[in-house]
C-alpha cells in the first residue's frame, strides 16, 4: 500500500518547472541624473533595470514588478517606491526574490538596512544583489552587514566633504547652488581649458528686482501689491524642466527680500562671507528693507478707508498705526476718528479715538511752525554754505581718518572668522559681533560716500531742502491729499498724537508698536520749535539738558530728531512731529541763531567793543568762531575724539 504522506510526484515537478516571482528595485540619487540620463558607478536606470533581469533569469525567476525611486537619497528610507514595494511584498506574500544592483541601491543606512531586511523576512522573501555575492550563509549575512556599513560610513564621509567643500567656497565669495533670482549660473573656460563656473547679473529680471528692493524700503507698498506691480512689469521665475515660466508670487518676493545675497553676501551655516558677484543692491537699501519688513511683522493688509495722514501719524502711547474708524452719531452723521491699531487688536494700550478733522488742523500748525522766513533762510544758508568750504578743505583728513577706521573693523572682523574657524569663538557670537561690524562699516562708507559726493550737488541740495522749508506752509495748505502725503513723508519721521509724558512733563518716546510695548525713551518737554524767527529762553531742539550725576548731557544732539510739539487744549490733542533729516537740523532754532551770529560778525556794524546781540548772548558758549555749529551738533568722525 502506496505511502499516504509521500508527495505527489506531478504536484513537486509542477512545482519545479514554475518560475520563481522576484520584483526588482532600482534607484539614483539625483534628479539630474534621472531625467538626463546620467550614471552613477558606470550604471544608469536602464542599466540596472537589464542587470536586473538577467540576473532574474540566471536564477530561473521572473521579474512581476519594478519599483524605481528617481532622484531620492538612500540615507532615508522614506523613499515613495520603496515603502511601496515593502507593502507590495506584505500584501502579495508569493515574492520570492528581491533584485537590486547594489546594496547601497537599497540602503545606506545600517538601521534602515536592518529595518528593510527584517521585513523581507516577513515577508519570505529573500535579497539578491546583480554585484555581491551575499545569500543566507553565516558568510553571506556577515559580507552583507560589512557591505552596508561600507555603504552608511561611504554616504557619510561624502557628506562632510561635501560641507568642507562648500564651506571653502563660500569663505572664498563663492556662491553655493543656483543662484537667486535675478542672477544667472554661467558655465565657461579659462585660458587652460578649465571649467570656470561664475555668477552674472540676469539683464532680464536683475533691474525689475532692484526696482523691487528701492520701492519697498519706501515703506508705501505691501508685498502682496509689489508683487502684483513687478508681474506686470515682466518679472517672472524662469521655467523649469518640470514646470512653466510663471509670474512672481507674493510668497516668492517676500524671501526675496530677506535674502543676504542682493548685497554682496555669502551666507553658509550662519555665517555671513563677502560674495564675489556684483551687488544688486547697496547695504544701505537692504537694512531699509529689512527694517520695513520687521515692522510688519504682525502682516500686511490694504485697507479700505485711506487717509493721507496715515502713513505719518501714529499713537502716542505705543507707536502703532493709527486706524481710520467712522461712527455715525443717532442722525446718521459720519465721525471719522483714529484709532490705535494695537488696542483694536490687544486691548492693552490707552490711546483714545480723536477727530481726524482736529489732527488736520493740528498739522496745519505743525507746518507753520516748521516754515523758515526768508531772512533765517538767508542767514542759514550763508552759514551752511560757508561750513561746506570749510570741510570741503578738510575733506582728506577726515578720509584718511575713516579709511583708517575701517581697515582696522575689516581687520578684527577677518581676525574673528580665524578666531571661530579655530574654535576659539562660538557661533552665536561670531553673528552678534559681524551684526555690529556691519552696522559700524556702513556707517562709515555712508561718510565715505557722502565725502564722494559732488560739492555742487551737495550745496544744491541744501538750497532744494531750504526752498521746502520757506515754502512748506504755503505748499500744504494748497496741496490736495495725495500730495499731502508726500509732503509729510519728505519732512516727517513720525508725528505722535497724544503722546505719553512722565511726571516732569517729558515726552516718552514709544516703541514701533510690536508686541514688546513701548520703547521708554525720554525726550525734554521744552525742546520744541517756535514760530518763524522765534527767539527766547526756551530750550531749542538738538540741545540737551545736563544731568543731575554731571556736566554730561543725557542725550547727544544728533542722537534724537527735532521735533515740533503743537497743542489744542479745546480738545486736548496734543501732536509731537519727530522731523527726517536734513530737516531736523535746517529747521532748528539753535542753527538759526548760530547763523545770525555768523552774519553779525560779518557785518560791518558788529565789530568793535558794542554790546553782545540777544542771538549771540542766547548761544553763549558755542560761539566761537567758524564751525560753530557742526561743533555743537554734529559728532566727530573718524577717530577724533568727542570734544567735552
Same mark, same amino acid.
Not at 481710520?324 to 455715525?328: C, E, R
Given at each position: 500500500?502506496?505511502?499516504?504522506?509521500?508527495?505527489?510526484?506531478?504536484?513537486?515537478?509542477?512545482?519545479?518547472?514554475?518560475?520563481?516571482?522576484?520584483?526588482?528595485? +532600482?534607484?539614483?540619487?539625483?534628479?539630474?541624473q534621472?531625467?538626463?540620463?546620467?550614471?552613477?558607478?558606470?550604471?544608469?536606470?536602464?542599466?540596472?533595470?537589464?542587470?536586473n533581469?538577467?540576473?532574474?533569469?540566471?536564477?530561473?525567476?521572473?521579474?512581476?514588478? &519594478?519599483?524605481?525611486?528617481?532622484?531620492?537619497?538612500?540615507?532615508?528610507?522614506? *523613499?515613495?517606491e520603496?515603502?511601496?514595494?515593502?507593502?507590495?511584498?506584505?500584501?502579495d506574500?508569493?515574492?520570492?526574490?528581491?533584485?537590486?544592483?547594489?546594496?547601497?541601491?537599497l540602503?545606506r543606512?545600517?538601521?534602515?538596512?536592518?529595518?528593510?531586511?527584517?521585513?523581507?523576512?516577513?515577508?519570505?522573501?529573500?535579497?539578491?544583489?546583480?554585484? &555581491?555575492?551575499?545569500?543566507?550563509?553565516?558568510?553571506?549575512?556577515l559580507?552583507?552587514?560589512?557591505?552596508?556599513?561600507?555603504? &552608511?560610513?561611504?554616504?557619510?564621509?561624502?557628506?562632510?566633504?561635501?560641507?568642507?567643500?562648500?564651506? @571653502?567656497?563660500?569663505?572664498?565669495?563663492?556662491?553655493?547652488?543656483?543662484?537667486?533670482?535675478?542672477?544667472?549660473?554661467?558655465?565657461? *573656460?579659462?585660458?587652460h581649458?578649465?571649467?570656470?563656473?561664475?555668477?552674472?547679473?540676469?539683464?532680464?529680471?536683475?533691474?525689475?528686482?532692484?526696482?523691487?528692493?528701492s520701492e519697498?524700503?519706501?515703506?508705501n507698498?505691501?508685498?502682496?501689491?509689489?508683487?502684483?506691480?513687478l508681474?506686470?512689469?515682466g518679472?517672472d521665475?524662469?521655467?523649469?524642466?518640470?514646470?512653466?515660466?510663471?509670474?512672481?508670487?507674493?510668497?516668492?518676493?517676500?524671501?526675496?527680500?530677506?535674502?543676504?545675497?542682493?548685497?554682496?553676501?555669502?551666507?553658509?551655516?550662519?555665517?555671513?562671507?563677502?560674495?564675489?558677484? @556684483?551687488?544688486?543692491?547697496?547695504?544701505?537699501?537692504?537694512?531699509?528693507?529689512?527694517?520695513?519688513?520687521?515692522?510688519?511683522?504682525?502682516?500686511?493688509r490694504?485697507?479700505?478707508h485711506?487717509?493721507?495722514?496715515?502713513?505719518?501719524?501714529?499713537?502716542?502711547?505705543?507707536?502703532?498705526?493709527?486706524l481710520?474708524?467712522?461712527?455715525?452719531n443717532?442722525?446718521?452723521?459720519?465721525?471719522?476718528?483714529?484709532?490705535?491699531?494695537? *488696542?483694536? *487688536?490687544?486691548?492693552?494700550?490707552?490711546?483714545?479715538?480723536?477727530?481726524?478733522?482736529?489732527?488736520?488742523?493740528?498739522?496745519?500748525?505743525?507746518?507753520?511752525?516748521?516754515?523758515?522766513?526768508?531772512?533765517?533762510?538767508?542767514?542759514?544758508?550763508?552759514?551752511?554754505?560757508?561750513?561746506?568750504?570749510?570741510?570741503?578743505?578738510?575733506?582728506?583728513?577726515?578720509?584718511?581718518?575713516?579709511?583708517?577706521?575701517?581697515?582696522?573693523?575689516?581687520?578684527?572682523?577677518?581676525?574673528?572668522?580665524?578666531?571661530?574657524?579655530?574654535?576659539?569663538?562660538?557661533?552665536?557670537?561670531?553673528? &552678534?559681533?559681524?551684526?555690529?561690524?556691519?552696522?559700524?562699516?556702513?556707517?562709515?562708507?555712508?561718510?565715505?560716500?557722502?565725502?564722494?559726493?559732488?560739492?555742487?550737488?551737495?550745496?544744491?541740495?541744501?538750497?532744494?531742502?531750504? /526752498?521746502?522749508?520757506?515754502?512748506?506752509?504755503?505748499?500744504?495748505?494748497?496741496?490736495?491729499?495725495h500730495?499731502?502725503?508726500?509732503?509729510?513723508?519728505?519732512?516727517?519721521?513720525?508725528?505722535?498724537?497724544?503722546?505719553?509724558?512722565?511726571? /516732569?512733563?517729558?515726552?516718552?518716546?514709544?516703541?514701533?508698536?510690536?508686541?514688546?510695548?513701548?520703547?521708554?525713551?525720554?525726550? /525734554?518737554?521744552? /525742546?520744541?520749535?517756535?514760530?518763524?524767527?522765534?527767539?527766547?529762553?526756551?530750550? @531749542?531742539?538738538? @540741545?540737551c539738558?545736563?544731568?543731575?550725576?554731571?556736566?554730561?548731557?543725557?542725550?547727544?544732539?544728533?542722537?534724537?530728531?527735532?521735533?515740533?510739539?503743537?497743542?489744542?487744549?479745546?480738545?486736548?490733542?496734543?501732536?509731537?512731529?519727530?522731523?527726517?533729516?536734513?530737516?531736523?537740523?535746517?529747521?532748528?532754532?539753535?542753527?538759526?541763531?548760530?547763523?545770525? +551770529?555768523?552774519?553779525?560778525?560779518?557785518?560791518?556794524?558788529?565789530?568793535?567793543?558794542?554790546r553782545?546781540?540777544?542771538?549771540?548772548?542766547?548761544?553763549?558758549?558755542?560761539?566761537?568762531?567758524?564751525?560753530?555749529?557742526?561743533?555743537?551738533?554734529?559728532?566727530?568722525?573718524?577717530?577724533?575724539?568727542?570734544?567735552p
Open positions: 500500500m502506496p505511502d499516504a504522506l509521500a508527495p505527489d510526484p506531478f504536484t513537486a515537478m509542477a512545482a519545479q518547472l514554475t518560475p520563481k516571482r522576484a520584483v526588482s528595485y +532600482i534607484r539614483v540619487s539625483t534628479r539630474e534621472a531625467q538626463r540620463g546620467g550614471s552613477e558607478e558606470g550604471f544608469s536606470l536602464p542599466a540596472q533595470r537589464e542587470a533581469k538577467r540576473k532574474a533569469q540566471s536564477m530561473g525567476a521572473l521579474v512581476v514588478k &519594478e519599483f524605481a525611486d528617481r532622484g531620492e537619497s538612500a540615507r532615508s528610507a522614506n *523613499r515613495p520603496l515603502q511601496k514595494m515593502l507593502a507590495y511584498l506584505k500584501e506574500g508569493g515574492i520570492d526574490y528581491v533584485i537590486v544592483h547594489k546594496l547601497d541601491r540602503a543606512n545600517r538601521a534602515d538596512d536592518v529595518e528593510i531586511n527584517r521585513a523581507f523576512e516577513q515577508a519570505g522573501v529573500r535579497l539578491v544583489s546583480t554585484s &555581491e555575492n551575499i545569500d543566507q550563509t553565516p558568510g553571506g549575512m559580507l552583507h552587514g560589512i557591505m552596508s556599513s561600507i555603504a &552608511e560610513f561611504y554616504s557619510r564621509n561624502l557628506a562632510n566633504e561635501v560641507i568642507k567643500g562648500m564651506g @571653502e567656497k563660500a569663505r572664498n565669495g563663492g556662491t553655493l547652488g543656483k543662484a537667486p533670482l535675478g542672477y544667472v549660473n554661467v558655465r565657461g *573656460r579659462d585660458e581649458g578649465r571649467e570656470v563656473r561664475t555668477v552674472e547679473l540676469d539683464q532680464q529680471r536683475a533691474p525689475l528686482l532692484r526696482l523691487a528692493f519697498y524700503a519706501t515703506g507698498w505691501t508685498v502682496s501689491q509689489l508683487a502684483k506691480h508681474a506686470g512689469l518679472l521665475v524662469p521655467a523649469t524642466p518640470s514646470k512653466p515660466a510663471r509670474p512672481i508670487t507674493k510668497g516668492r518676493l517676500h524671501t526675496l527680500l530677506r535674502h543676504p545675497y542682493y548685497k554682496g553676501v555669502v551666507q553658509f551655516q550662519g555665517v555671513e562671507y563677502a560674495g564675489k558677484h @556684483e551687488p544688486l543692491v547697496d547695504e544701505e537699501t537692504w537694512q531699509a528693507v529689512q527694517a520695513v519688513l520687521g515692522s510688519h511683522r504682525s502682516g500686511e490694504e485697507r479700505m485711506n487717509h493721507f495722514l496715515k502713513s505719518t501719524v501714529v499713537c502716542g502711547q505705543c507707536g502703532s498705526r493709527l481710520v474708524q467712522n461712527t455715525k443717532g442722525k446718521g452723521v459720519l465721525y471719522p476718528y483714529f484709532i490705535c491699531a494695537r *488696542r483694536q *487688536r490687544l486691548h492693552d494700550c490707552s490711546f483714545k479715538a480723536v477727530l481726524i478733522e482736529v489732527v488736520e488742523a493740528q498739522m496745519q500748525e505743525v507746518y507753520r511752525r516748521l516754515y523758515v522766513s526768508e531772512t533765517d533762510r538767508q542767514e542759514i544758508e550763508r552759514y551752511l554754505l560757508a561750513e561746506l568750504a570749510r570741510i570741503e578743505g578738510e575733506k582728506e583728513r577726515n578720509v584718511r581718518s575713516l579709511t583708517v577706521r575701517r581697515t582696522n573693523l575689516e581687520d578684527e572682523r577677518r581676525r574673528l572668522l580665524q578666531a571661530h574657524y579655530g574654535g576659539a569663538v562660538p557661533l552665536e557670537l561670531l553673528k &552678534e559681533e559681524q551684526e555690529r561690524l556691519g552696522r559700524e562699516l556702513a556707517g562709515i562708507q555712508r561718510q565715505l560716500d557722502a565725502y564722494q559726493a559732488d560739492a555742487k550737488l551737495v550745496r544744491a541740495h541744501v538750497e532744494q531742502a531750504l /526752498d521746502l522749508l520757506e515754502d512748506c506752509y504755503r505748499l500744504y495748505m494748497a496741496a490736495p491729499d500730495l499731502r502725503k508726500q509732503l509729510n513723508q519728505v519732512f516727517f519721521e513720525r508725528v505722535l498724537v497724544n503722546p505719553a509724558v512722565d511726571e /516732569d512733563g517729558r515726552v516718552i518716546l514709544p516703541g514701533d508698536g510690536g508686541d514688546d510695548g513701548a520703547g521708554g525713551e525720554l525726550q /525734554d518737554a521744552d /525742546d520744541g520749535v517756535s514760530g518763524a524767527g522765534g527767539e527766547g529762553d526756551e530750550q @531749542e531742539p538738538g @540741545e539738558e545736563p544731568d543731575d550725576a554731571g556736566d554730561e548731557p543725557t542725550r547727544r544732539a544728533d542722537e534724537a530728531p527735532c521735533h515740533i510739539r503743537v497743542a489744542d487744549t479745546g480738545s486736548d490733542v496734543c501732536l509731537e512731529a519727530r522731523l527726517n533729516r536734513p530737516f531736523d537740523q535746517l529747521a532748528s532754532a539753535r542753527l538759526r541763531a548760530v547763523a545770525r +551770529i555768523a552774519a553779525l560778525r560779518k557785518s560791518p556794524t558788529s565789530t568793535g567793543g558794542g553782545r546781540s540777544s542771538a549771540e548772548t542766547a548761544t553763549g558758549a558755542v560761539s566761537q568762531g567758524e564751525g560753530l555749529y557742526s561743533d555743537a551738533v554734529v559728532p566727530p568722525a573718524g577717530l577724533e575724539p568727542a570734544r
